[in-house]
């Protein structure tokens, strides 16, 4: 029972470092994102645009989930900054490239076209679960 204890001490100082750099890295990747699209995601979601509501969720989840993949792997807090800086930049290449299929992205977000949305979702996830693959090795 020792042992366990004593593991539970030494590992939860890491815990608390791994996840508190992912979640940051998370929310600095979020706002990037909002920062780089034309229309504002939070004035959107708060008159009830349910397509821009998707496309920030499906952004959050895209970032997450690669980062959730750095933080199973990492072997330092450094690690999961580096790899993290990384896949959340591919992210944003995965808002690009939608921005380019569907032209006018931004605004068909403002106008609501959950068709535009469900696209960009499904683009986004996509390139999250590759990019989780790939950073797993």
Do not use: C
């Amino acid at each position: 029972m020792d042992a366990v204890f004593q593991s539970f001490l030494s590992g939860f100082p890491l815990l608390l470092a791994h996840s508190t750099t992912a979640f940051v890295i998370l929310v600095l990747g979020v706002r990037l994102y909002m920062l780089i699209t034309p229309h504002d995601e939070m004035t959107l979601i708060r008159g009830g645009n349910s397509a821009a509501s998707l496309t920030l969720g499906g952004t959050i989840l895209g970032i997450a989930l690669p980062l959730a993949f750095v933080l199973a792997f990492s072997v330092s807090v450094l690690d999961i900054v580096l790899w993290g800086i990384v896949t959340v930049l591919l992210q944003l290449v995965a808002y690009f490239i939608v921005d380019m299929v569907l032209r006018n992205f931004s605004q068909r977000i403002e106008q609501g076209d959950m068709a535009a949305a469900i696209l960009s979702v499904s683009i986004k996830l996509s390139s999250a679960a590759i990019n989780a693959a790939a950073v797993s090795g």
